[in-house]
Each structure stands twice: as C-alpha cells, then as structure tokens.
C-alpha cells in the first residue's frame, strides 16, 4: 500500500466510521483504517530506530516528544536491557516522554544537570526542503526546543506524510506557546502580524477548558491556508510580542533528518553547519 493512499484511507476512517451503519460495511471500513494505521507505525518505527544508530554508549541523550519520537525512546530502553548500549543518560522533552523513559529504566537527567547533549531525536509535524521543521503539535514545542538547542546533533525522524514544500504548507496547526496572563489579547496581535498575514489564530482546547502546557502556559495554533512566505520573519515578529513565550517554528536547528516512506529509509543531512 502506498504512502499517498495510506494517508487518504486515514482522513476517510471518520467518514467512513460516520457513516457506515452497516455491520460488514463497517467492519471493513476499521479493517481499512487499522491497516493504514499500523503501515504509518510501521514507517515511524523504521525512522525511530535509523536515529537511534546515531546514539552511541556513554552519550547524553535528548529525548523527544510523540509517536514518533517513543518509537526510539522504546528502542534505547531495549538496546539498554540488553547490554547493547550502556552508560546512556536521557534528558526528557515533556512529562510524556519522562514517564516512558523512567518505565524503561532509562537513567534521567535535566539541563541543569546535563546542559551539554551528545544528540537529540525527536519526530517533527512538518519538514521543508530546508530541513527546517514545525514542531509542537504535542505540547511540548519549548522543552523540545531548549533540549535540542543544546545538543550537539539534532536527529529529526519523520514519515514521508511530513514533507510539505514550506513550513504551514500542511493547513495544520503551527503552535505558539503563550503565558496565560491576558492571553485574548496575545492571540489577537499574533492574528495581526503582518508576518504571518492571513493566518487563522485559535487557542487550543482541551474539552471544554483551555489547553496547558507542561509549563502551565497555554498555546495558540496557527493556520495557514498557503505556505509561511518568510519563516526567519515570521519567527522574529512571533517572539518580539510580549507574552509569547515560543513557537513551533525549529529553524536552522535539524542536521538530519531521516524520512521513512514507501521506498525505505532516507538520511537528509543538512548543507550547512545550523546557526
């Protein structure tokens, strides 16, 4: 089954489970949506355990945040049970990701104990031909950012569903985090930026209260119906406005990034050192 086709009988299954009153009809609807959910695990997994070839014994490592991103923490834990890798020291993104960590007997750490990483792998919601991502779609946009900045190599691992020919391209949401203080107001001036003109601002819910963050901030996702014109601009404008604690826009920070598709594994490293 292809890439392309997985992902459409995915955005079917709701339809599909909508409509689809019939016992036999129904029962091959979840078929079909159980299949295409298990092939883009299946291309995750491939992606999660390449990165974890980059992850050597007595390294510092920082751990993200997703389905993805389990993937290699899972992975890690089983090279660490079975003697292959020893001496590791995982840095957690996201409460998330320290509790399976710490349920796989993975050794922990903060950067103010371990402020210097060896690498980091974490998944990404969109990557652009730059290697540039938007990340945070899970919540945990400014850990996963202070974690990675502080590590030597940054291992982005993504299914081919990822790529997008510029950040916003996908029209899901790109994450800000704010601070809760006032945060209708933060949201309408982020709305105004002429930066990221044209962008539909809405604060993201958690049933009927608003979301909050690791951090106790709340965030505010983007929406874009084209592509960001200038990321570098848009990331300036964002972070000048008072409130905005930080977004989802990773510019200048992965230096490879390994996309699992169809046709297997792809390594895509980065032109140039990051910034």
Known sequence: MSTALVQQQVAKCSVQRAFFTRKPVAARAARVCAMAQLD???????????????????????????????????????????????????????????????????????????????????GADEVDPQLDVVKGRGGALLREKMVEMASAKFVCIVDDSKLVEGLGGSKLAMPVEIVQFCHKYTLARLQALPEVAGCVAKLRMEGDAPYVTDNSNYIVDLYFETPIPDSQAASAAILALEGVVDHGLFLDMVDVCIIAGSNGVEVKERPSPKK
Do not use: C, H, N
């Open 40 to 122: 883009q695990d299946e291309l995750k997994k491939q992606a999660a355990w390449k990165a974890v070839e980059y992850v050597k014994s007595g390294m510092v490592v920082g751990l993200g945040t997703g389905s993805t991103a389990a993937f290699a923490v899972d992975r890690i834990g089983s090279l660490l049970k079975s003697g292959e890798l020893t001496d590791i020291v995982g840095v957690p993104t996201s409460v998330r990701t320290y509790e399976q960590a710490k349920s796989l007997g993975i050794p922990l750490a903060t950067l103010d104990e371990q402020p210097k990483l060896d690498v980091a792998i974490d």
